[in-house]
């Protein structure tokens, strides 16, 4: 990289931006900064500490699948030690509850005799009832486990997940989600998937800690609580990053490289103003509401799954089954509730209390929470943009965008939200170090760059 007189600037301090900050550190120490809009540092991966206790922000958890240069970046580089814990989900399905991920014999043994033979019967019929090629997420599922299991299990959940009904929802992003969700994964599941997981002792905060360490210790820059407000242009170069500092101070940096791991039509609207693409991507939101609950559940499954639209709660986790080491009181148990929203639900603008009450009802309705046991309301949080949505059409806007912002040669988008994807912790460590191996390397051709985004592209995430 040739090095002028600027900064080299870093957008987010989530897994993907503090790991680059980290790896270019190691070459140019103090230039590098990182300017994040929140007071806690690691974006969706962050732990909160409060009181002794942890709180990831939704359940998180490690693939065994992990990618390798990722996991060796944890476990080696980072040395943290992870727990083995084991899997076992689950998945509530007309007042029961089905093992998740599903087990061959107990899915079909929890399913009245009727039911499973009319699932059988319908996957039989299954190419003939979606002829021809699928256009949508619905046509798709129809076509690959027929329409009575859709009916049951998928059609619902991913409009509560998404926010749209399964025939507004696009292909291309759903074949690259391996959750329950995709078409091939409950047959994956059912021969045989992962029965366990990894999992940082101090929640998965503690890998973003470890990474904002590194990063520090190797000279980087991160001002937190500050939020970039403009990036200026001179023809095909970023000159300036703007952003509001603590207290509302402005500021500008002069830029030599900018990285943006923020929402891709966010960086658009810094860019070249709002208006244009800039706002035509669909992203989905979730609230999480906190509770402890005296000596945890009686059921001691890790995480609860609730597809239906009935409810509006859609996963439940029980987090000492994720770490015993999340709560300083081992008879309080923290138990995570996710519900996805977009803005303009009401849930979404409900004062904190009276949603936190909302969600009680609904586990008490589910009957998840049961005399002689009780769980108290902690705290509740939202978060914006936590999945982007691939409703019909996301492809053309989001490529007519990033296209755009990709011909100016010293900015890079990358990250979960910098490429509209999907996609997993590991995925964002290795788009990262890709990046800073690529610009360590002296990053002169974008072309080369590109070839690694097409392939970050084709990431497919794992639940
Ligand atoms: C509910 C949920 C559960 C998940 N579960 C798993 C799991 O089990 N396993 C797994 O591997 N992955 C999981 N993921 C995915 C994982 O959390 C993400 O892929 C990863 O954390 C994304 O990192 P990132 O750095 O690319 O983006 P982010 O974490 O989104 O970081 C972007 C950062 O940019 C900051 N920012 C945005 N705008 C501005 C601005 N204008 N100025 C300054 N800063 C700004 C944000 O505050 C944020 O800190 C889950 C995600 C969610 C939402």
């Avoid at 499954?301 to 709660?313: D, V």
């Amino acid at each position: 990289m040739e090095m002028g007189s600027g900064k080299i600037v870093i957008l987010g301090a989530g897994v993907t931006g503090l790991v680059l900050a980290g790896r270019l550190a190691q070459a140019h120490g103090d230039r590098v900064v990182v300017i994040e809009q929140e007071g806690l540092l690691g974006g969706l991966a962050a732990t909160l500490s409060r009181q002794g206790f942890f709180y990831d922000l939704g359940s998180h958890r490690l693939h065994p699948d992990n990618l390798p240069r990722a996991d060796r970046y944890i476990r080696g580089k980072l040395k943290i030690k992870l727990l083995r814990r084991p899997r076992r989900g689950a998945l509530s399905f007309q007042g029961r509850f089905l093992d998740y991920p599903p087990r061959f014999g107990n899915f079909f043994r929890s399913l009245p005799f009727q039911e499973a033979s009319a699932i059988f019967a319908s996957y039989w019929r299954r190419r003939a009832a979606s002829p021809g090629e699928p256009a949508n997420y619905e046509e798709l599922m129809i076509r690959t486990v027929g329409r009575r299991l859709y009916q049951l299990f998928y059609r619902d959940f991913a409009e509560k997940l998404w926010g749209l009904p399964a025939d507004r929802i696009a292909l291309d992003g759903i074949k690259r989600r391996r959750t329950f969700l995709d078409p091939n994964a409950l047959w994956r599941m059912l021969s045989g998937a992962a029965r366990h997981f990894y999992y940082p002792q101090a929640g998965i905060g503690e890998i973003t800690a470890k990474l904002a360490q590194d990063a520090l210790a190797r000279g980087a820059v991160i001002l937190k609580s500050s939020k970039v407000t403009g990036l200026q242009r001179i023809g095909n170069r970023i000159t300036g990053v703007s952003f509001i500092g603590p207290g509302g101070r402005p500021d500008t940096f002069a830029a030599q490289q900018v990285f943006s791991t923020i929402a891709v039509d966010d960086l658009y609207a810094l860019v070249y103003g709002r208006g244009g693409p800039a706002g035509s991507l669909q992203w989905r939101d979730l609230r999480i509401a906190y509770f402890h609950v005296d000596q945890g559940l009686k059921d001691r499954r890790e995480t609860f799954y609730f597809p239906s639209l009935g409810l509006k709660i859609g996963r439940v986790s029980q987090m000492n089954r994720y770490s015993p080491f999340l709560n300083p009181d081992a008879g309080k148990v923290v138990l995570t509730v996710e519900v996805p929203l977009s803005e303009q639900d009401s849930l979404w603008r409900m004062p904190d209390d009276e949603f936190l009450r909302f969600c009680l009802d609904e586990l008490n309705k589910v009957k998840i929470i049961q005399e002689p046991f009780s769980a108290d309301p902690v705290f509740a949080l939202s978060l914006k943009k936590a999945y982007p949505v691939y409703a019909l059409g996301w492809r053309e806007k989001f490529s007519a965008m990033y296209t755009e912002l990709n011909r100016l040669e010293n900015l890079y988008a990358l990250g979960r939200k910098g490429l509209f994807l999907h996609c997993n912790i590991d995925q964002c460590m290795v788009q990262a170090l890709s990046c800073a191996d690529f610009i360590l390397a002296g990053g002169r051709d974008k072309t080369v760059w590109d070839k690694q985004v097409a392939d970050f592209l084709l990431f497919s995430a794992r639940d």
